[in-house]
């Protein structure tokens, strides 16, 4: 039954729907045949120059009469007659892949030959460039005859069949006088589909392979600076152990700066080393992919990556992770400083409260006294004042002496300045809790 308007989903999609279910779609794999010649640049995009790029290949698409890259393409075909051209848009690099027939008699040609006629402007600093050739190939083995035929460096050269014998791929991984790294595909029975998927993912050793070495300049110039925080970490812990002498604080200082020191190499290297580590990921991948099976006497791809590439990226690898265990150490390190120096404080503030105890226990005992010398003095001239008007009652005939007066005085006299002092004090003490 036909589903009617009322049927139809109310949900709207989620603006990020499109993106989610093309980005599996995005970078097809062309079907090729032998023979075929492909050029495969891979250019640094650093600084928004990734942008520039796209809009040289657009006028360069306007120029030849085809349709531009839309502004936010991530990847675009041109079909030329010379050609196609393949252009694909990454983190950090962008890549374009000439897909050209290849007349007459396989070899290879120079980089002027090989580019079409106005290339656009790359994108940025050229990293990758590689030429392959796809070509019907015989079934007898490689031989040391091809090696010198086709060019290739003996000491580094790999070869080994894959797709199950369909095809042998051969390359010395070296950069050639023109500045290109070589690769070639014999093909032996691969269908188009199989072909394409092959060359791509060759294309993909190639590049991958060199932008996981982009780190190795980098963790070898951090290297050295980082040695010395390592130093000085051992050195601080050392004089952490010594009796303070007030030098615990100037130690956790160090450490600050030692803490900071690292974030800022962090911060200069781990995007880096954590690209390589990505890149060294694909990289086997792709590796594992192509299913090489070793010819008698040659080299795999393979093992010779793992023998050549596998320490640097190990190089790289194990800077990032002397990083994270400074980056450990230095907190532990920091905790038990900072540990040391509170307990210090916590010292120093239990001194100044016990002086602070014994002073007013002292001025306790002053208040005190000072209020006893207080009832005697004013209780002094109190009875002077009674004595002086029993003066002036014998006068007007009082019988009593006026010493008698006042003797008798002194006790009440007392008493009352005693009590009247202790109101006094007792009201400021209310006054000062309230």
Request: charged share 20%; aromatic share 6%; net charge neutral.
């Amino acid at each position: 039954m036909a589903r009617t308007e009322k049927q139809k989903p109310s949900a709207e999609d989620h603006p990020l729907r499109r993106f989610v279910l093309d980005e599996i779609h995005a970078r097809p794999l062309a079907p090729v045949s032998a023979p075929r010649r492909v050029l495969h640049l891979a250019c640094s995009t650093e600084e928004g120059a990734a942008d520039a790029g796209r809009a040289a290949l657009a006028a360069f698409a306007s120029q030849r009469g085809g349709p531009p890259p839309a502004a936010d393409a991530r990847h675009h075909t041109l079909t030329l007659p010379e050609g196609r051209l393949r252009w694909e848009r990454h983190t950090e690099f962008a890549t374009y892949s000439w897909d050209m027939d290849l007349p007459g008699a396989p070899g290879w040609a120079s980089a002027p030959i090989m580019l079409p006629q106005g290339a656009p402007q790359l994108a940025g600093p050229r990293v990758v460039a590689a030429e392959l050739l796809l070509i019907k190939g015989g079934e007898a083995p490689w031989q040391d005859a091809d090696t010198v035929t086709w060019g290739f460096d003996a000491p580094s050269l790999c070869v080994a069949d894959v797709e199950q014998g369909q095809a042998t791929i051969v390359t010395d991984f070296r950069p050639w006088p023109d500045g290109l790294t070589r690769i070639l595909i014999l093909d032996r029975g691969l269908t188009p589909q199989n072909a394409g998927a092959l060359v791509q993912r060759l294309i993909e050793i190639e590049t991958y392979r060199a932008f996981a070495l982009m780190a190795l300049p980098v963790v070898l110039e951090a290297g050295p600076e980082l040695a010395e925080m390592e130093e000085a970490l051992v050195v601080l812990l050392a004089a952490s152990g010594e009796p303070d002498g007030g030098g615990h604080r100037a130690l956790l200082d160090k450490l600050n700066d030692l803490a900071i020191g690292l974030e800022r190499q962090l911060a200069a290297t781990s995007y880096r080393i954590g690209a390589s580590k990505a890149y060294e990921e694909i990289l086997s991948d792709r590796l594992a992919a192509i299913g090489e099976t070793p010819q008698q006497g040659q080299g795999t791809w393979s093992a010779f990556l793992n023998r050549r590439l596998g320490p640097a990226l190990r190089t790289c690898a194990s800077l990032g992770e002397r990083q994270d265990r400074l980056s450990q150490r230095l907190v532990r390190a920091a905790a038990l400083l900072r540990t040391r120096v509170e307990i210090a404080l916590e010292d120093q503030n239990n001194a100044v409260l016990r002086a602070m105890n014994r002073r007013s226990q002292l001025q306790l005992r002053l208040q005190h006294t000072v209020e006893g010398l207080s009832i005697a003095a004013v209780s002094y001239y109190v009875v002077g004042l009674v004595s002086y008007l029993a003066k002036g009652g014998q006068v007007l005939g009082l019988p009593v002496p006026p010493a008698v007066i006042a003797a008798l005085s002194v006790p009440l006299v007392i008493a009352w300045v005693a009590w009247f002092v202790r109101r006094i004090r007792q009201r400021s003490l209310k006054d000062a809790a309230d």
